[in-house]
């Protein structure tokens, strides 16, 4: 079972650290949103690699939208 | 109230892989700055002539006095960069901070002797008064080391004179000595006028035996006679003063412990009258530390070093402020005041070297779904919105009820704008929180850990509040601007842009203003500047901004004006519901 990688507020992507099929481990840096001036870090979520991602640098995401999707280890 | 307060909840984590891995940039460029900050604070300690030359003519520098006087491991310097007027030499030519003799806080203050043998420079009587509002704001004794060459009579013009010039701390000490709180001090040296009055205002006056204290000096004595100008005569007259004056200077021990009896005691070496001052301290009224703590005293679970990786330099970066705290704080523990409510900011109660203190500090980061609740718009950390601030109030308000001394941790862009927060009461509530810090009479310490913006610089426990603020410090993340550069720029040429597009003429000339507007607020906005200027009273490495609640916590409680028996507390009963 894949876990998700929720977008915590509506923002805009600012950067995208990882790519599909990189090994990754919790905590390492996953996205970058900004909103309201400031740059929130989203964090990946366990151990595993990453099987989708779904927005890219620009993009503005909606709260609760799927980021990516990490095939835990 | 051991229950409440001997163990309190757990709070704060060990740093994950990941904050470790991006912390490693983040710290660097903290610690670039601090280097800077060292760096500046070198040229201070070296200003002048040199240590060497000092102790060749049988003297000690102020730094090797205040060394031989302060208890080991307590010095806590304030104001060292501050220097208002930027005066060429680098310093108002006083050095200051709070500190221990004889195991008592007091506030310590003496004259570079290295510099004009202590002159009287522009910006140092506003210094003084800072050092006196900060005796009088923690009732602690003031101790001088005072070796003051009177006036730099080139530019008197700067200071000498108006409200809140050099003559402004006598007055202060009047004060201080009105209101109980003793003025010590150990003088040195030549202390003509400025420096006399400087030397007599104190309580008890502790002299070296070559020191000497008068309402003028030789140059004044042979100035006395004005003609309009000067001839060979003139000159003559001058010559021979001059000599008999510099071989028996007026106010010499002869004078003033034979005669007047103005000096208490008199000693042989340097070191001697720091240990009259020492004996004095030993016996200044203090409570002992147990009347008023709450628990053992102990460090934080967490390394302080652990702050250059969770604090972001970058200031728009979101961090987590209990993990902050968690690091600063007895035993990493916190009983949390109205948690849920008012999420942007963290009011609690902790403990600092085993004594109770209230802590605020503005939280970082989304503050999730339907808050603030007035508002269709999502809530940011650092931004103060209406709960945040009616629980600052209560919190405030409770605190000084329960006579509780209060730690303020600011990083702030402001409070929430527009119609929508108009109606939301933020004006009227961020001036009721002003109040409320007022009718404590509470001593506050404040810590601008990043930004300080805005109207809410003023309501988070800054230097504004002249009689509850006892000092601020500033970290190598610090920035104070009323708002940011960028936003600036825009407020003040966004319709002149306008303007220029519709007449067809070139906008470039307009965006190079807005550019230096930006670039200008980054220069006077950086931890540097703030310390030079005196918005914050230091800047201090991260790894020690513990020492300084410690310092601001011991002093505090070494001797309050009033008490709240701790069964009485209130506060504590309200947080544990």
Known sequence: MSEELLAPMLGKIVEIYVNVGDGVEEDDDAVLIEAMKMETPIYIPCNGKVATINVKVGDTVEEDAVLMTIDPQ | MRPYFEKMPDFGNPLKKGQIKRGVDNAQSLKAVEQEIDEAVDTIKNAGFSEEKINARGQMTVWQRLDYIVDKGTWSPLHILYNPANNSEGTTNVIDGLGKISGRWAVIIGFDNKVMAGAWLAGQSENILRVTDLAKRLNIPLVWLVNCSGAKLTEQEKFYANRRGAGT???????????????????????????????????????????????????????????????????????????????????????????????????????????????????????????????????????????????????????????????????????????????????????VNGFLVGIIGNRQGYLGKGYPEYADYPGMGGKLYRQGMIKMNEFVTLAGRDRIPLIWFQDTSGIDVGDTAEKAELLGIGQSLIYSIQQTDLPQMMVLLRKGSAAAHYLLGGPQGNDTNAFSIGTAASEVYVMHGETAAVAMYSRRLVKEKDAGRPIEPIIEKMNKIADDYKTFSRPKYCAEVGYVDEIVKLSEIRNYMVAFTGSAYQNPKSICPQHQMILPRIIKG
């Open chain 2, 169 to 351: 701390p006598f007055y202060r000490h009047a004060e201080l000595n009105q209101m109980g709180i003793p003025v010590l001090a150990g003088i040195y040296g030549t202390n003509p006028a400025g420096g006399g009055y400087q030397s007599i205002s104190p309580t008890i006056l502790f002299a070296h035996k070559d020191c000497n204290i008068a309402v003028g000096g030789a140059g004044i004595v042979s100035g006395m006679a004005p003609k309009g100008n000067f001839d060979g005569a003139a000159a003559e007259q001058i010559i021979e003063n001059t000599r008999h004056f510099k071989s028996h200077p007026p106010g010499s021990v002869a004078t003033h412990y034979d005669g007047t009896g103005f000096f208490r005691y008199v000693y042989e070496e340097e070191t001697g009258v720091l240990d009259g001052l020492k004996e004095y301290m030993a016996e200044i009224p203090a409570y002992n530390p147990r009347f008023f703590r709450v628990a053992e005293p102990a460090e934080p679970k967490f390394d302080a070093q652990d702050l250059y990786n969770l604090l972001p330099i970058d200031q728009k970066k979101v961090y987590d402020f209990e993990e902050i705290l968690a690091r600063l704080v007895d035993n990493s523990e916190s009983m949390e005041f109205r948690p849920g409510y008012g999420p942007e900011v963290y009011t609690g109660l902790c403990k």
